[in-house]
Structures are given as structure tokens and as C-alpha cells.
């Protein structure tokens, strides 16, 4: 008989000891309510400036548009997972429908559906804010503790595990063409290694916001009301501070409004609602926008896929899904120049897998049937530092809605067909049977110099080429002075005293690695910060 193991639900026992939570599609009125600070969005940088500012003893609100949900919740289903915890359904795109985002939309944010991927902010990245944004205080020193303090609060730290097959392709490509690789940092406890971590840990291994400095702020007094989707900041009168947020409350689809608002009272509003709803809140608010910044050069890492079939089972839906990765073709290319990439894997799972394959038909059906066998592989583009890489632009729909204007450039579209060939080489090199890039015009390659061919002619156009992308950074950038950008290097908004962005939109350009552990390490400073400037006050 097996063991039966019962699984601890920090949310559930949280929930049962008196947690101050409302849930905003149960209310059935107005509502008004107050705190000292206001924390709009849940994911990692609201939860952490929220555990911070608790325990420091200030009466914190966090509210989030999505969902409480704990691990009893998670089923491994993405029939399930989709709808409840991602924006859009895993489906949001970009304005021309070219690049998919993925985004958490529920308690935790992105934290609660992310493959744990965990990289400091590259020492390259920091010295490109220092010399080219004015953002002299940046330095690697100076942010290590930063890291070192979010490191240990999060478990992160060296997975010691064996790659699955799917990571172990990548390892065993870049082995054979003496490429650079190295294994990546989670950020986990008792991982038991399932696979699924983009469906919501259904164990609380992953250290998210979910299990983390979410209780941590709520055992210390905070309250969160769910379902609420902030609309637009309120003003003073004089319009230089900020009075609170007012809110539409939604239906339990998370979408729906009920036809109830809250409105909210705060000495201090902390946006972190991501690098598409945090722009988006701000547009809404009409808010003085001097030099003309809020919105503008939002960055993604547009990612290039190549998939592979290979002789032995892959099972790329086993296994820790993403830890061996390859900076070796970020750092051939000066920061200027030509985009530089990461390779990585992706886990595979059939929705995203059938979303995502070229293909219609007995064509499509072929390759869908070769998914035991199947992995992939994903060229993250390190965008924002090349003339020809200015970004997106967040702006706002005729309801309000946000959506990412983000066109694919000539540097884009280079690098993207580069990465395309060194995603192709490192898979034949581990053996690949067959190598298919991800475009609706590919055809499957059995060899490398036909791949070379191949993909040479490929036509580099939107829609045609799959581009996604699950890093949303920028659009209220941090800056030397008002004129470069909308917040300072704390977070704090040039133009209102009492608001503070803290989340991935304060970001000059995109990291050039997976984004969450940056987030976390600038949102513990600037909620150091802001505490100082309380107390001062």
C-alpha cells in the first residue's frame, strides 16, 4: 500500500486563523477602506515591499486582480491552470498579434505560474544603466546584498538534481560544439521534481509570493482583497500626491465586473501591477507626463523556438523544467551590437505545445505525435541596448484596456534567424533526428548543413515566425533625472511625492536573463527606501 502524503496549504491554514482576505466577487456593495500603503498586484514585487513594510508595523492593503488559489487548487491541468492564473488565458499578444505574453494574472503573480529560473541582474546589464541611463549607484557591490537577502528568504539556490532529457540536450549539444553552458538556480524547497510548475505548485516547493512574503504580510496585519481590478489612481486636488486608487471589483472569472467599486485611502500608493498594468494604470490616471516617458520602451525577450525530435524518450513535461542553460551567444556580440540570446529549454506541455507547433492537418498531427520524443529549445533576445532595439510601447484601448505595441526590427529579426541556426547546430549536435524551426513555413531538416539552407530563406515577417515571450520589463523606467525616464532609481515617481513603482517596469531595458530574482533584489531596496523616507517623515 502506498503511503498516503499529506501535502501542508500555508493559504488554507492561513485562511482558517483569521487572515484578513476579501474576496471581491463575494461583495455585494461598495466598498471604502484605508491603509498607510497601498500595494496594487501581488506578484514579485508587490509581495515583497508588502512582507517588508507589515513586519516594519504599517497597516498595508495589497490588492490583486486575479484570484486566491493554493495548492489544493493546482491539478497539473492546463485546461484549468490558463484561465485561472494567467492574463488572458496564456493568450495575451502583442498589438499585431506576433508575440504571445504570458503573464500571471492571481495571487502571486507570475511567481506562482514561473519555472523557477533564477539569475542576478548580469554585470553587463548594471553597467550599461551606470553609463548609459545615469544610474551611477548600481553597481554589483552595492546591489549584493539585495540578492544575497531575496536568495535566502526564497530558497534559491544550485539545483543538485540531474537535468531531465529535455535540459540535458542543451548540456549535451553545447558539450559537443564546446559552447559555454551552465546549470541554472531555482528558487525551491522539497522540489519533487514533477515538471509542471507553470500550472501552480501543486506541493508549495516553489517559493512564489504564493507561500512566501504573501502569508509573511498577512501574519504581520496586512489585508488583500482579490478580484480587483484598479482603474485609476485618485489625486489630490492640487495634483501632487496621490490619494488612493479606486477599483472596479470583479465577477469569479476575474474579468467580469459586478457593477461594485472600492475605493481605497492610502499616505502611500506602491504600484506593482507589471510592465503592461502598471503603465496602463498610470495612463488611466491622466496623470502630468512632462517628457512624454510612461509607456514608452516597455522591453520584452522575444523568444525564437526550434524543436527536435530525437532517438531516445524526452518527456519534456517530466522533470524540473528549465536547468541548463547557455550564455555563450550573449557574450560573443558587444552589448551594441548584434542581439545577443540565451538558450534555454522550455517544458512541453500538449495546449501550449499545440498553440505553439507550425503546421494544419496530417502535417500538424505528425509532429504533435512525436511529443514523447520532442525538445525544445528557446533563444532569449536580449533587447534594449542596440539602436535598433528600442522596444514596445504601452498605450491603451478605446475601453481602457492595455495593450504592447512592440514591432519586430531588422536587429530583432537578425537575431532571431541567428538564433535560429544555433538552436538547429546544438540539436543535431546532441543527436537530433530531425530539427524543425518554429515558423509556418519550415519544413522538418535531417541534417545540419540542410538546416543552414533552410532557415537562410526562411521569410523573417510577423505571424509567420513563432515569437513569444514571458518578460515584460520597462515602460516606467527608472532614471538619472525626470527628463530620462518616470520614476528614480528607488521607484519613487518624479512628479508625485507618495507613489512608488516597484515591479519590472522600472527596468531601462531588458535584463538579458530571466527577470524574477532582479525584481526581487531592487524591490527589497526600494521598499528599504521607502521605509527610511516613512520614518522620516
Sequence with gaps: MTARVTIPDPVADGLASGWRVTDGSRVGQDLILSADVVIVGTGAGGGMVAEQLAQAGLSVLMLEEGGLHSSRDFRLLESQAYPQL???????????????????????????????SSFR????????????????ELTEAAMAPWFEQAEARLGIADWGMVPNANNT???????????????????????????????????????SMLVTTIPGALQHGAQLVTRARVERLRLHAN???????????????????????????????????????????????ELDDPYQQLGRR???????????????????????????????????????????YKLEVPPVHPVLLGTT??????????????????????A???????????????????????????????????GIRRSWLTMAEVQFAAGARQVLTIHEQARPMSRWREAQQHIAQLPLE????????AHVMGGAAMSATPQQGVVNAFGQHWQLANLTVIDGSVFPTSIGANPQLSVYAFALRAAAQLLQTWRKA
Design 298 to 340: 516597455t522591453f520584452l525577450h522575444p523568444v525564437a523556438l526550434s524543436g527536435a525530435v530525437m532517438a531516445e524518450p524526452i518527456e519534456a513535461f517530466n522533470g524540473a523544467p528549465q536547468t541548463v542553460y547557455s550564455d555563450h551567444f550573449m557574450h560573443t556580440q558587444p552589448l551594441d551590437g548584434p542581439l545577443g
Design 462 to 469: 510577423p505571424l509567420l515566425a513563432r515569437v513569444v515571450s
Design 357 to 378: 507547433l507550425s503546421g494544419f492537418g496530417a502535417e500538424f498531427a505528425r509532429l504533435a505525435s512525436s511529443m514523447p520524443h520532442l525538445n525544445v529549445m528557446l
Design 86 to 116: 494567467y492574463q488572458e488565458s496564456a493568450s495575451r499578444k502583442t498589438a499585431d498579434k506576433a508575440i504571445t505574453i504570458l503573464q500571471g494574472r492571481t495571487v502571486g503573480g507570475s511567481t506562482t505560474v514561473n519555472w523557477t
Design 169 to 207: 540536450v542543451l548540456e549535451r549539444g553545447c558539450q559537443t560544439l564546446g559552447l559555454k553552458f551552465g546549470r541554472i538556480r531555482r528558487n525551491v524547497r522539497g522540489c519533487w521534481n514533477l515538471g509542471y510548475c507553470g500550472m501552480g505548485c501543486p506541493i508549495n516547493a516553489k517559493q
Design 380 to 414: 532569449l533576445q536580449r533587447d534594449g541596448f542596440h539602436a535598433d532595439s528600442p522596444g514596445g510601447q504601452v498605450r491603451l484601448r478605446s475601453d481602457g484596456s492595455p495593450e504592447l505595441d512592440y514591432p519586430l526590427t531588422d536587429a530583432l529579426w537578425d
Design 239 to 285: 495634483r501632487q500626491q496621490v490619494e488612493g486608487v479606486q477599483c472596479s471589483l470583479l465577477a469569479a472569472d476575474g474579468i467580469t465586473p459586478t457593477g461594485h467599486t472600492l475605493q481605497v485611502r492610502a499616505r502611500h500608493v506602491v504600484l506593482s501591477a507589471g510592465a503592461i498594468g502598471t503603465p496602463a494604470i498610470l495612463l488611466r490616471s
Design 121 to 136: 541582474t548580469p554585470p553587463e546589464t548594471l553597467a550599461w544603466w551606470r553609463s548609459r541611463h545615469g544610474l551611477n
